[in-house]
């Protein structure tokens, strides 16, 4: 495994074989997938970075965060580090940044598989995605950080492994990434929403990853449903929206289950 600054973003790469990008989430980084990746690095050659803003590549000034340049960061890394189309994971809000690298760049992209992404094309959903958007920044407004926190987990549910003991450096890396995300990404991805039409354009196949204990949360409702309005298949997954770092073998089997059967 290597890791290396390069540019602006970290990234580290496991294994051989076919490339497989993964993109974190919100409040998180790359070693949300450390024990998944090093699973799937047997398989593949595993591609994981930080976002710009988060984890090891926190140390830049970022002035946007928008999507669009988040993709072209997702192609920057792909182009640096592979030499064919890739297999993507967009996890959370790595999803979309994921959807928008298959917009922008088709020809780095393989197939994707989307870990409950918040597609609210639903009135419902979306109406509910907006009023956490609203919750949180009237945290931000009011620096509530450890609110903030408590609205995101309420919507994720908790980590399966919520008996293990979080090193005060763990809560602190959470911190600084749930600030990177309040502070500059939060109204980008809370608003991002392609039309359908180009959706069902993308090129590559397209899956997206439900949870089986998170179904009723916002992120799993409106993942369902955005998957249904689209056309796209469905892909259970056990566990909670933290499937990826909590239960590390099964999200990698289904990860290889959803990519085998693409080829």
């Known amino acids: 495994m290597n890791g290396k600054d390069?540019?602006?973003?970290?990234?580290?790469?496991?294994?051989?074989?076919?490339?497989?990008?993964?993109?974190?989430?919100?409040?998180?980084?790359?070693?949300?997938?450390?024990?998944?990746?090093?699973?799937?690095?047997?398989?593949?050659?595993?591609?994981?970075?930080?976002?710009?803003?988060?984890?090891?590549?926190?140390?830049?000034?970022?002035?946007?965060?928008?999507?669009?340049?988040?993709?072209?960061?997702?192609?920057?890394?792909?182009?640096?580090?592979?030499?064919?189309?890739?297999?993507?994971?967009?996890?959370?809000?790595?999803?979309?940044?994921?959807?928008?690298?298959?917009?922008?760049f088709p020809e780095l992209v393989r197939g994707l598989l989307l870990l409950e992404p918040s597609l609210g094309y639903d009135a419902e959903n979306g109406k509910r995605l907006m009023e956490w958007n609203r919750e949180l920044n009237q945290y931000v407004q009011e620096g509530r950080a450890k609110q903030?926190?408590?609205?995101?987990?309420?919507?994720?549910?908790?980590?399966?492994?919520?008996?293990?003991?979080?090193?005060?450096?763990?809560?602190?890396?959470?911190?600084?990434?749930?600030?990177?995300?309040?502070?500059?990404?939060?109204?980008?991805?809370?608003?991002?929403?392609?039309p359908v039409e180009d959706l069902r354009g993308i090129k590559a196949p397209v899956t997206v990853g439900v949870t089986e204990k998170g179904k009723d949360g916002i992120f799993a409702t409106s993942s369902l449903s955005g998957a249904n309005i689209i056309g796209w298949p469905v892909l259970w997954f056990p566990g909670n929206h933290n499937v990826g770092k909590d239960r590390p073998q099964e999200f990698a089997d289904r990860v290889r289950e959803c990519f085998a059967s693409a080829k």
């Not at 949300?32 to 398989?43: N, P, R, V």
């Not at 979080?166 to 600084?176: A, G």
Request: net charge negative.
């Open 148 to 194: 903030a926190l408590v609205a995101f987990t309420r919507v994720t549910g908790p980590n399966e492994d919520g008996k293990r003991k979080v090193s005060l450096l763990e809560l602190q890396n959470v911190y600084r990434n749930l600030e990177t995300f309040l502070h500059g990404e939060l109204n980008e991805v809370q608003h991002y929403q392609p």
């Open 6 to 104: 390069r540019g602006h973003l970290y990234t580290e790469t496991r294994g051989e074989g076919e490339p497989l990008l993964m993109i974190h989430g919100i409040i998180s980084d790359s070693t949300f997938f450390s024990e998944s990746a090093d699973i799937l690095g047997k398989s593949y050659q595993v591609i994981t970075y930080d976002r710009r803003g988060y984890g090891k590549s926190r140390e830049e000034s970022y002035e946007s965060f928008t999507v669009s340049e988040q993709a072209q960061d997702a192609a920057d890394v792909l182009r640096a580090l592979c030499t064919k189309p890739a297999w993507v994971v967009g996890y959370s809000t790595g999803g979309l940044i994921a959807i928008e690298l298959a917009l922008q």
